[in-house]
């Protein structure tokens, strides 16, 4: 099933000479991985604070998508630029959950938005990845199997954040739409841990 991560090439591709820069300039993969991080956690508090309000939540959607350029960025520089580490491969993994804690669960508090279902999104977001990482441990296969995988989480969260922001959505479809995107987000891991398991029976 086609999702986000597979236009990660061409993406790459357009970011490949901001990444050869970034290296000339002595900036290192782990340094862009602490970038993305911190962003995260301060957008995320920025939410919290003003209470979700329009501008924060107008706000979520750009951090979101230099988040996805920072995190293709610091893996272009580790495989390109001869900065693989295991520091970096855990920074990696760690960063991204961490992150997405802290910018998607103030969320909860907006006008409109369940957040039952909203901590429920973001709990099998962080299993998915788990599974994806438990795979890599076991077959040294990380898998990325969709449909709802970090890229795509983050452009259902953007396109519900302008949503919420300009009032075009109710609070029973927000649940409808949480909903969805859970059920896609259960498939996910479902996907994850599968194809793990019959790489792992192959092998």
Known sequence: MLTIYDLKPKFQQ?????????????????????AAMLLSLITGIIIYVSDANMWSLLLLPFVL????ALNAIDGMLAREHNM????????????????????YLPLAIATNVSAILLIG??????????AGVVAQAVNNDRRYDGPMGKSDRAFVMGLLAILLAFDLISAAWVVVYLAVITLFALLTLY???SKGIVIAKES
């Open 121 to 130: 999104f973001v709990i099998i977001g962080l299993l998915t990845e788990m």
């Open 14 to 34: 357009l970011l490949r000479p901001i990444t050869t820069w970034l290296a000339n300039e002595g900036i290192t993969a782990n340094q862009v991985t602490y």
């Open 84 to 103: 693989k580490t295991v520091k970096g491969a855990m920074l990696n993994e760690m960063t991204d959950v961490m992150s997405d804690i802290a910018i």
């Open 191 to 193: 996907n994850r841990m």
């Open 65 to 68: 998508f230099l988040r996805m």
